[in-house]
């Protein structure tokens, strides 16, 4: 089946060590999302990719980067995490808009919680 | 900018009843997509049902329908006959896609609904 897998699905990391985190989408999408959740809250979009063409939120910190090297994958690196990074991480997908369709939308991953110790 | 309001945090229901979440959005825009998204304890984001707003006739999906005003910008979820797997936290969110590729989804601070056995 098609689908978003983010991987690892748990990371525990050091309080300033450098962390990456996956997503890959087997369904071809153009775009890719990175949301971070903290507990009971809404996600919040950190950022986005239309096929190679990065896009910041503007209230993203610089800690927070990302890179798409392919269709495929796309990953988030959190160069020096702190206590308050310590989330869930969703990854989503969608197609590029091209006219109406009753099958738009988002397609998520099952989420890495990241624990910062 | 767009903003999504789920004004109750929390709800709960008897198994087999009928419950409706509520949400309202704020917007200029005329034409756009409602979804609502299911976040069991798993955690990872399920669409439950989506609704453009060109379109009058209420989504339905199973056991899920939507009552969709456009005028109050009022999007509430019913489940009837409720499920203990119906058991999560629900968001509703808002997208934009005729804007063009950057649309972005909005989400509420979601409902957190309990069904009771």
């Known amino acids: 089946d098609a689908m978003v897998i983010q991987n690892p699905r748990y990371q525990v990391t050091q309080f300033g060590k450098p962390v990456t985190l996956s997503c890959s989408q087997t369904?071809?999408?153009?775009?890719m999302y990175w949301y971070q959740q903290k507990s009971s809250q809404a996600p919040k979009l950190l950022f986005h990719y239309y096929d190679k063409d990065f896009n910041n939120e503007a209230d993203t910190p610089d800690n927070f980067q990302s890179r798409r090297p392919n269709t495929s994958f796309c990953f988030l690196d959190i160069r020096s995490p702190g206590l308050g990074d310590a989330a869930m991480y969703l990854c989503a997908t969608s197609r590029a808009w091209t006219g109406g369709s009753a099958n738009y939308g988002y397609t998520f991953g099952s989420g890495t919680r990241l624990t910062v110790v | 900018a767009q903003t999504v309001t789920q004004s109750q945090p929390e709800m709960s229901v008897q198994e087999a009843e009928t419950v409706t979440l509520s949400c309202t959005y704020d917007t200029s825009e005329n034409n756009y997509y409602l979804f609502w998204y299911k976040q069991p304890p798993s955690r990872q984001m399920i669409l439950v049902i989506r609704?453009?707003?060109?379109?009058?006739q209420n989504a339905t999906e199973n056991r899920f329908s939507v009552n969709f005003q456009k005028a109050a910008k009022s999007f509430s979820l019913k489940i009837s006959d409720s499920q203990l797997g119906d058991t999560a936290m629900y968001f509703c969110?808002?997208?934009?896609?005729?804007?063009?590729?950057?649309?972005?989804?909005?989400f509420g601070k979601g409902i957190t609904l309990s069904v009771r056995p």
């Open positions: 369904l071809n999408h153009n775009v």
């Open positions: 609704q453009e707003a060109y379109k009058q």
């Open positions: 969110a808002f997208m934009n896609p005729y804007t063009g590729a950057n649309s972005k989804l909005t």
